[in-house]
């Protein structure tokens, strides 16, 4: 069963400093997000790519965020300056097209804390 | 505010018991839902979905429902079993070229011997 991976598992950070979250799709697929989910809260959509550009974006999605997919494999999330309120776990998911959520994998996860 | 939400945040059922969860939204465009389940420590995983021109979907265990006049979802696992101890989601695919999906809360649902 193929896998979208995640690195790290957790990340603490304090607050100000810029964070990485990194995600390895899976490698044929074309259709990359990123969700977060703040404790005993809802999963939130942050941010849909494709074609190496963003397609859609929350209101969460603001200018501390950005997304970039560096080389064929890897797919980042980037926090400028990390917020207390940022503290969530943060989800990557990938899908080869857009005609099956079925097809639609999320991968386990990165626990951000930010301190 | 538009929104998907969920009735009950805990259900506990016997083990072979049918389970049901519920879901409201309040958004009457929306013309697609999709079921998740996560479990502890992982991230969502599909389980069934439905579009507004239909009212019923079975899978494996599993059939969703959608009354569109009352704007209510629900999911029913049959012969429950312990694995399928797990918060489940219902979502809505907001998204116009991808899926931005609007999750609800989750409710937890707990199989107990």
């Known amino acids: 069963e193929p896998e979208v991976t995640q690195t790290p598992s957790h990340q603490v950070t304090q607050m100000g400093q810029e964070v990485i979250l990194r995600c390895v799709p899976i490698?044929?697929?074309?259709?990359f997000y990123w969700y977060r989910q703040i404790l005993g809260q809802k999963v939130e959509f942050l941010v849909s790519?494709?074609?190496?550009?963003?397609?859609?974006k929350s209101e969460i999605f603001d200018d501390q965020f950005s997304v970039e997919r560096p080389d064929g494999s890897n797919f980042t999330l980037k926090i400028r300056s990390t917020k207390l309120e940022d503290s969530a776990m943060y989800f990557c998911a990938s899908s080869e097209a857009l005609g099956d959520v079925e097809k639609l994998f999320f991968g386990s996860g990165t626990q951000l804390s930010v301190l | 505010g538009e929104s998907v939400g969920l009735h009950l945040p805990t259900l506990s059922v016997q083990e072979g018991d049918n389970s049901i969860i519920n879901c409201a939204y309040s958004?009457?465009?929306?013309?697609?839902f999709i079921w998740y389940k996560q479990e502890s420590g992982k991230g969502p995983q599909f389980i069934i979905d439905i579009r507004s021109n239909m009212d019923k979907r079975q899978g494996q265990r599993v059939t969703v429902l959608l009354n569109k006049t009352v704007k209510h979802l629900s999911l029913q696992i049959a012969a429950t079993q312990p694995g399928d101890s797990a918060v489940y989601f219902c979502a809505e695919n907001k998204g116009t070229s991808g899926y931005a999906l609007n999750f609800g809360k989750g409710t937890s649902l707990l199989v107990t011997p």
């Open positions: 790519f494709y074609n190496n550009e963003i397609s859609e």
């Open positions: 490698s044929n697929h074309l259709y």
């Open positions: 958004n009457s465009a929306s013309d697609y």
